[in-house]
């Protein structure tokens, strides 16, 4: 066939062949039949190549048969004027720029400051690849043009692909500039730099330095000073070169992201699905070229729907070959970084991949990797200058798109063993840190030996706390896949040392979880210590966390069982207590009272006196529940005279917890005797002592009983202020209380 016959006659005649009807060629190809058929009649102009190359996937052509679908395609289409690749040249204006108001508003105040030679007249603008850098430029390039009378210019350094010579882009700057030949032979070689700092300095001109490889490529094409700005973009931050400012590009907002892709596809075909066009953003990790890509694929497939897509790229082992159109392909964007990485880097890059969160300290690198946490950061940092991994108040972090390239990368160039090694090195690191900043709050424990060495600092209770919280999606994660391994001594070891930890954390949301696979193993183990031991934990996590009152009960009922055929008593008391506030939650009064009492006896007989201050507590908190509030406020004096003692035998964690919750239950005692004075002072003294130890959800309900005891007393405004700050803890409390607030603070009159 000749490219001379018209585009459409050529595709009528290998439809036909092929023995398709419209219909079928357009479910094949993803092409609407109406615009099937009007380009066979010649009605429509001729399709873009994405859209051709679309048509001969769904023919299902040969090489030769698809390259004269293609060459009719490019015979039928206007030619235009296209600019020498790496020439200077009036920077291209981007249509459909959407977003990134405030980057924009920031190059335009840079811009600002050297009309006066009062800013930096360079600005490096880096990031990942795809993060549409070059466009962001570009625009604002566009929108600056009118500032820059003396001209505005770009020269494509093909950083990551055949880097254009700095000698070369020098010239070419130079010729734009005007500067003749004889001039520049005058000069030499040797004067090129000068002369264009010299240039620059007298003028005022906008250069975009497009895709820069290094330092070394952009140092001979910068100026010094004067009126004139210079736009870098880059992988790398090109942290070598001095007197510039800088600007991190990322992914956009979830907000831009969408209204990208509902420019491309059009207001009303995005608006009709748009909740699968918000999951198409957020699976291309709201990264620009990705979503150009997706974009562009419904834009040529108009016969599909935006869901078709979702469900194509929801498959993380396909969702970087999906983001492809034409020649345009996210993964080789990737590709071209990935190589010019040293080996220990790429190395680094395919196992930060393993982690199973969004971001992550050296640490991880370290544990990954089995190297020091100094090499490490060093690689990391490699990675950082590449463009590879970012850096988000001061953690690294991994895009999700190129998470799954390296994964690929992994798959492909790790063997089996070696990526097992790696998890198993991660999981263990996770999990023996999160034991060991578990003990600082565990009874016995306390600080780490002294032969202890880990890649992180737990050298205070603090540090410890920041440890568990901070890494809590990653050691859950962790925690799950050893459980999945059948790794039983590790998952109770963890959960155990969260014993006394997780009073202080109750609304995580999964200590339930923790304790059901702990109970798990302990089962798998066959120990009835264990049994016992996490069972009553998990009863704890179901009464305190999840209000699973019922499910409490059978599991504390089920800790007993195994307590007493382990011979534990402390166990047997523990399992005991749970059953007691669950019961009482319950509305079931004679039970908690008897389970609680016995508790009380049986820590006695253990001499537990840990667990015998918290069994004394729910004691008098049940008789409370059963009107008999003297009795139990003598309950609740008895823990504070017992705290109050100067040998007392428990440790001082434990004696802060205590005392603030045996104060607390010493206010609701006065309260319900209608002794609003003494209750506001208990309650006033166990906010203090529950924000000492930072238990923010206790806080609040005493907080509430503050402020309802201030109520009664006619301190309106006190207790309003009381009240709001209940509020302003939200999820930090429990949802009950909460509304009990809210509630306090309506009936208060208006101020």
């Not at 396909?318 to 080789?332: I, K, M, T």
């Not at 953690?395 to 998890?423: I, K, S």
């Not at 007393?713 to 509304?739: M, S, T, Y």
């Amino acid at each position: 066939m000749s490219g001379e016959i018209p585009f459409g006659a050529v595709l009528r005649d290998l439809r036909q062949r092929a023995r398709l009807t419209m219909e079928e060629l357009a479910e094949a190809s993803g092409v609407s039949v109406r615009a099937i058929g009007d380009m066979e009649r010649g009605r429509s102009r001729v399709p873009q190549r994405r859209t051709a190359m679309a048509l001969a996937a769904g023919l299902g052509l040969s090489d030769a048969a698809r390259e004269d679908l293609l060459a009719a395609g490019r015979a039928g289409r206007p030619t235009r004027a296209v600019a020498v690749e790496g020439t200077a040249v009036p920077p291209r204006s981007v249509g459909d720029f959407t977003g990134r108001r405030h980057p924009l508003a920031w190059i335009g105040e840079k811009a600002e400051r050297t009309r006066t030679g009062a800013g930096a007249p360079v600005v490096v603008v880096s990031g990942p690849p795809g993060c549409g850098k070059t466009t962001l430029v570009l625009k604002a390039a566009t929108d600056l043009a009118e500032e820059f009378p003396d001209g505005c210019f770009m020269v494509d350094l093909h950083g990551v692909d055949g880097a254009v010579d700095p000698g070369e882009a020098l010239l070419k700057l130079l010729k734009a500039l005007g500067v003749s030949d004889r001039r520049l032979r005058q000069e030499g070689t040797a004067g090129h730099a000068g002369l264009l700092r010299t240039l620059l300095g007298e003028r005022r001109c906008l250069v975009v330095l497009d895709n820069a490889r290094d330092e070394g490529q952009v140092g001979p094409l910068l100026p010094a000073g004067g009126r004139s700005l210079v736009l870098v973009t880059s992988r790398r931050p090109l942290t070598g070169l001095g007197g510039v400012d800088r600007l991190a590009l990322s992914e956009m907002t979830r907000d831009e992201a969408v209204e990208l892709l509902r420019r491309i596809l059009g207001e009303d075909r995005a608006d009709a699905e748009s909740d699968a066009v918000a999951r198409v953003a957020e699976l291309c990790g709201r990264l620009p070229l990705a979503l150009r890509v997706a974009g562009n694929w419904l834009a040529v497939r108009s016969a599909w729907s935006v869901d078709h897509l979702v469900r194509r790229l929801s498959d993380e082992e396909r969702r970087l070959s999906a983001l492809s159109a034409g020649d345009v392909r996210v993964e080789a964007a990737f590709e071209l970084s990935y190589r010019e990485l040293t080996p220990e880097a790429a190395r680094m890059l395919r196992l930060l991949s393993l982690v199973p969160v969004p971001d992550m300290t050296a640490a991880y690198g370290a544990s990954l990797t089995g190297v020091g946490l100094p090499e490490a950061e060093d690689v990391m940092e490699e990675l950082v200058e590449a463009g590879l991994l970012q850096v988000f108040t001061g953690r690294y972090r991994l895009h999700d798109l190129l998470r799954l390239f390296a994964r690929a990368r992994t798959v492909r160039e790790e063997g089996p063993e070696e990526r097992e090694a790696a998890e198993e090195r991660l999981r263990a690191w996770l999990l023996e840190t999160t034991v060991t900043a578990g003990r600082w709050y565990k009874l016995k424990y306390g600080a780490p030996p002294s032969s202890w060495q880990g890649l992180v600092a737990l050298e205070s209770a603090e540090e410890a706390r920041a440890w568990i919280q901070g890494e809590a999606p990653a050691w859950l994660a962790a925690l799950r896949s050893a459980a999945d391994k059948g790794e039983h001594t590790r998952v109770v070891e963890t959960a155990d040392a969260m014993e006394w930890f997780c009073d202080l954390w109750v609304f995580w949301g999964h200590w339930s979880e923790v304790y059901e696979l702990s109970s798990r193993a302990a089962a798998a183990l066959d120990d009835p210590d264990l049994q016992a031991f996490h069972h009553n934990m998990h009863a704890w996590a179901l009464i305190e966390c999840d209000h699973r009152y019922r499910e409490a009960v059978e599991r504390a009922d089920e800790g007993l069982r195994c307590a007493r055929r382990a011979g534990n008593v402390p166990q047997q008391a523990s399992a005991l207590s749970h059953a007691a506030v669950a019961h009482r939650k319950l509305g079931e009064s004679g039970a908690a009272a008897d389970k609680a009492r016995a508790s009380v006896e049986l820590y006695e007989e253990a001499d537990d006196r840990e667990g015998w201050l918290g069994a004394v507590v729910n004691y008098g908190s049940t008789l409370r529940f059963l009107g008999r509030v003297e009795e139990a406020q003598t309950q609740h004096r008895r823990v504070i005279a017992f705290l109050d003692a100067p040998d007392r035998p428990v440790s001082a964690h434990v004696a802060d917890m205590t005392r603030a919750h045996g104060t607390y239950a010493l206010g609701l005692d006065h309260a319900l005797l209608g002794l609003w004075s003494e209750a506001a002072d208990h309650h006033r003294a166990a906010v203090a002592q529950f924000r000492r130890i930072d238990m923010p959800h206790m806080r609040g309900s005493a907080l509430v009983g503050l402020g309802e005891a201030l109520r009664e007393l006619g301190d309106g405004e006190e207790a309003r202020a009381c009240l709001r700050q209940v509020v302003e803890l939200g999820d930090a409390v429990d949802g009950v209380i909460l509304a009990r607030a809210r509630e306090l603070l309506d009936a208060l009159p208006a101020e």
